[in-house]
């Protein structure tokens, strides 16, 4: 049996962000009391103080006390910070900083991997999918998979006893040729040799593979091609040979020394090496002479075979990462309307065995997705590099994973999420940043935006000027609800300078 009280507990004190004293950068002594779960916007001047308040005051503080829960140990790997410059600091909770920087520039990252769309993604294909191939991680482009084997020992000594050996496979999904990223370095083979000349005429085109050198001298000693025939006059195997042989001990005249192929010596000499610690003219050529193409394994997919070739009514889950996410709700969709027995869903996806337990994991799916749509982020797959999101995008996209996140009473720092959206987003934005609110978060955003700062339950203006004359204890006139402020001496600052 659950009891419930609706009487008032010491907790329910706990009802505001306080700051007193702020010195931070432009801030003069500043202090201020912010209501909890609910949506603050900070306004003001540029240079007035927003950020040393939200951002270098109580966000930085938040964190600073979090770091120092963990070990000696895991705080030395960390970025040592300051206690902020204020005199007193009270009611703060865990901060989560939403800016507009891009993300990682990990080459596996991507839209579905930075909002976790794709984790879910790949729980309803280890489950739904035929054949099954295996957990998750069997669909995972950034995770290889393993194989090995060894003999298991129960510690005990016993002479003459055979051990069995047993052979183990952590089957994962990233394809074994591009390592997740999509793509593979090739050679351009026209900038690495003129095949109108001979190896004695200079046909090499590298640096430092001069035809005088010992190296070229050395090919034509090989008997594996000649050196006075122009490349284009080789034959298959010469041109192979010349190539791609692998690692192979030749004797030359009085001593043995390794042949291998020009394109494998390139990739082991040069391609390994850090460019910065290149010669310029090397550094030129590999330039030059690198591409980038797409894998011709798993064709840009990223995807080992298995994952590839598992399905869901038709749909890989390669083929689900490509679709733009307005197109992927509508399949999303119609696998949840089969999980409930709809006799609307379509027939392949009533074909799916096993589909009617998966209802709550679609529908929370579906949801995320609507959410992507809704912002305005329908046209984006999830296959998309993280690293080419613009800066809104990102924003927007962390916007929506949070709103899926199932941490609550937490604070959200937004730092001006309406620069560069139409009208028609920065509304369907605010929807967004009052349902953050709405599930009990504490939400501060530093914005000019009226739109913006129409929807606050709280306002602090700082002003009225930039530093050094920045106000030394905000007091907008505001009350919840009331749309814009009616008097802001920030706003009324340029109007006093003239």
């Keep these: ?141 950034n995770v290889p998979s393993v194989t090995g084997g060894g003999a298991p020992q129960d510690g005990q000594e016993r002479p003459h006893r055979h051990r069995e050996r047993k052979q183990y496979t952590v089957q994962a999904g990233m394809c074994p040729r591009c390592e997740g990223t999509g793509k593979v370095t090739d050679i351009d083979l026209a900038e690495v040799y003129d095949e109108m000349l001979s190896l004695s005429q200079g046909a090499i085109k590298v640096p430092s593979y001069t035809a005088d050198g010992y190296y070229v001298k050395a090919l034509g000693e090989t008997g594996l091609f000649p050196a006075d025939k122009p490349i284009k006059d080789f034959t298959p195997k010469q041109l192979d040979d010349f190539l791609y042989k692998e690692p192979t001990k030749i004797k030359i005249s ?85 999980s409930t027995g709809d006799d609307d869903a379509p027939e392949a996806a009533r074909q799916v065995a096993g589909i009617t337990g998966t209802t709550p994991l679609l529908a929370r799916l579906r949801e995320t997705l609507d959410a992507f749509i809704h912002i305005g982020l329908g046209y984006l797959s999830l296959d998309r590099p993280a690293s080419t999101l613009s800066g809104g995008e990102a924003q927007r996209m962390k916007l929506v994973r949070h709103l899926g996140s199932g941490l609550t009473d937490v604070t959200y720092v937004f730092d001006e999420p309406s620069i560069g959206l139409h009208p028609h987003n920065i509304d369907t934005m605010n929807e967004l940043l009052l349902s953050l609110r709405d ?60």
């Design 439 to 498: 599930k009990g978060n504490t939400v501060l955003v530093v914005e000019h935006k009226p739109e913006v700062i129409a929807i606050a339950d709280h306002v602090v203006d700082l002003g009225p000027g930039p530093a050094p004359r920045v106000a030394r204890s905000p007091s907008p006139d505001r009350s919840p609800g009331c749309g814009t402020p009616t008097r802001s001496p920030a706003g009324t600052w340029p109007t006093a300078l003239v």
């Design 254 to 338: 009085s001593h043995t020394m390794t042949y291998e192929g020009l394109v494998g010596r390139l990739r082991s000499s040069m391609l390994s090496k850090d460019p910065e610690s290149m010669q310029p003219h090397v550094r030129a050529f590999v330039d030059r002479a690198v591409v980038y193409r797409t894998c011709p394994e798993c064709e840009g997919t990223r995807l080992a075979e298995p994952a590839r070739q598992a399905r869901i009514a038709g749909v890989s889950i390669a083929d689900a990462c490509a679709m733009p996410l307005r197109d992927l709700a509508e399949w999303v969709r119609g696998l949840e309307a089969a």
């Design 1 to 141: 049996m659950t009891q419930t009280t609706t009487a008032l507990v010491p907790a329910d004190s706990h009802d505001a962000i306080v700051v007193i004293g702020a010195h931070e950068n432009s801030l003069r002594g500043v202090s201020v009391r912010i209501p909890k779960r609910r949506l603050t916007v900070f306004t003001g001047v540029s240079g007035s103080g927003k950020s040393s308040l939200v951002f270098s005051t109580i966000a930085s503080e938040s964190r600073r006390l979090i770091n120092e829960t963990y070990s000696s140990f895991v705080q030395s790997l960390m970025p040592s910070q300051a206690r902020p410059d204020a005199d007193h600091l009270e009611g703060l909770t865990p901060a989560i900083i939403v800016d507009q920087e891009q993300l990682g520039a990990n080459p596996r990252s991507t839209l579905g991997t930075a909002s976790d769309v794709g984790a879910a993604l790949r729980v309803l294909f280890s489950r739904l999918s035929v054949p099954q191939i295996g957990s998750p991680q069997a669909f995972a482009f």
